[in-house]
């Protein structure tokens, strides 16, 4: 069964190849969009806009409190590169997409489901295989050309994210240096076991420019392809093995 | 517990990654207008997809066809990107999208350092090329497109 539903403004797919009964897949579109309501930064009445309205933090919710404490680790852990506070307002969305998917696949494998792909707006975890026993096959965008695809990666049990720029016509647009540059990373798709290190990292990296490839290099058990705007490739030794 | 000790592991390689990598820290300056063709179609999918559950957040997208909007410049509102702000204006003649700047485009960490070949001996390098799409599931970036597709949509409320 596969369904997909706008939340958080982009599509989210999930599709199961076990036999569930449907109110398994409403149950966890429904956790996705309370996520969206606790966490919105444009909602004002999300649990987020009020701690930016001075909510204090001993009623903040479970898992808000464990978002703000992974946020504060992965700032720690990148250096700075990743960091939810943006003038003087705190905005955890770079890692709560990842952070969702993970926790709704938890979700699947808690019910003994084991053949499932869980797809926000472009962040995977797949999980077993597709319909017809073969692993998952997860295409890489060009992100120079949106309906064409660079790359395709053979993945089951692993989390895939990618991070990256504005896409318009054959121009990438480089938030780094502010035009389409040669020098700037168009898109880096990190692979890892689990969607919300894949995440996080691959917001860290692609917020480092052309040195993000040498982070996840060094991450044991994450591979990348890193895009960079002259249409260069650059990718990890291990990354190899997913290409199908 | 295998997420605390894979994050004790990445601490430390990460200490070590530091040590030889210097970071750099420029602020870029406010970009000039992006110039392009395929606005109308990016526009036309993200109003469809968003008009979906409405659950997207700010301002109702815009449902008018194109063509019909009043000619002037009208201001996005400020959406967040993660890595900073993004807004943007979009100047509409005869009835047409003719220009869209950024007002505010993110300010980020960022490090103008190039790969060194020689610290890096194990990475590969290719030139992209298009493959076979059929596939399953499709990875690529969102982030920054959203907030600019939302800044756009509010300013095309106002056309």
């Known amino acids: 069964m596969r369904q997909t539903e706008i939340i958080m403004g982009m599509p989210i797919t999930i599709e199961i190849?076990?036999?569930?009964?449907?109110?398994?897949?409403?149950?966890?579109?429904?956790?996705?969009?309370?996520?969206?309501?606790?966490?919105?930064?444009?909602k004002d009445d999300s649990e987020l806009a009020k701690i930016n309205q001075g909510l204090p933090q001993a009623k903040w919710s479970?898992?808000?409190?464990?978002?703000?404490?992974l946020s504060e680790q992965t700032k720690q852990i990148t250096h700075g590169y990743f960091d939810i506070n943006r003038g003087g307002k705190l905005d955890p969305s770079g890692l709560v997409k990842g952070w969702s998917i993970a926790q709704a696949a938890q979700r699947l494998k808690r019910r003994g489901l084991e053949n499932f792909y869980i797809d926000a707006g472009g962040d995977i975890q797949a999980e077993g295989h597709a319909a017809k026993g073969e692993v998952w096959s997860v295409g890489i965008r060009n992100p120079f050309k949106i309906d064409e695809i660079v790359k395709v990666?053979?993945?089951?049990?692993?989390?895939?994210?990618?991070?990256?720029?504005?896409?318009r016509?054959?121009?990438?647009?480089?938030?780094?240096?502010?035009?389409?540059?040669?020098?700037?990373?168009?898109?880096?798709?990190?692979?890892?076991?689990?969607?919300?290190?894949?995440?996080?990292?691959?917001t860290a990296a692609y917020a480092m420019g052309r040195q993000g490839i040498n982070l996840i290099r060094q991450l044991p058990g994450f591979e990348a392809y890193q895009i960079n705007s002259d249409g260069k490739a650059i990718y990890t030794p291990g990354f190899e093995a997913y290409v199908a | 517990m295998k997420k605390t000790i894979l994050g004790f592991a990445v601490?430390?390689?990460?200490?070590?990654?530091?040590?030889?990598?210097?970071?750099q820290h420029p602020t870029i300056a406010p970009p000039s207008s992006l110039q392009g063709t395929k606005l109308n179609s990016t526009l036309a999918k993200t109003s469809s997809s968003a008009g979906g559950s409405g659950s997207s957040?700010?301002?109702?997208?815009?449902?008018?066809?194109?063509?019909?909007y009043r000619d002037g410049t009208y201001t996005g509102s400020v959406a967040n990107a993660y890595y900073g702000n993004v807004q943007t204006a979009v100047t509409i003649r005869g009835g047409r999208i003719v220009d869209v700047k950024f007002l505010q485009y993110p300010n980020s960490?960022?490090?103008s350092v190039y790969i060194n070949e020689q610290a890096m001996p194990y990475l590969k390098q290719e030139t992209i090329q298009a493959q076979n799409s059929n596939v399953q599931i499709i990875t690529g970036a969102t982030f920054t497109s959203e907030a600019f597709i939302q800044s756009l949509q509010s300013a095309l409320a106002k056309a």
């Open chain 2, 57 to 68: 957040g700010s301002s109702a997208p815009p449902s008018k066809p194109k063509g019909i």
């Open chain 2, 11 to 23: 601490l430390g390689v990460y200490g070590i990654y530091s040590i030889g990598v210097r970071h």
């Open chain 2, 109 to 111: 960490h960022s490090t």
């Open chain 1, 17 to 42: 190849i076990d036999k569930v009964p449907r109110a398994i897949v409403a149950d966890l579109f429904s956790f996705f969009r309370g996520v969206d309501r606790r966490f919105s930064p444009y």
């Open chain 1, 153 to 167: 990666l053979n993945i089951s049990g692993k989390g895939v994210a990618t991070s990256g720029a504005y896409i």
């Open chain 1, 169 to 202: 016509g054959e121009h990438v647009y480089d938030p780094l240096n502010n035009y389409a540059s040669p020098q700037g990373v168009a898109s880096i798709t990190v692979i890892s076991n689990d969607i919300f290190d894949a995440d996080r990292f691959a």
């Open chain 1, 62 to 69: 479970k898992e808000m409190k464990q978002v703000m404490r």
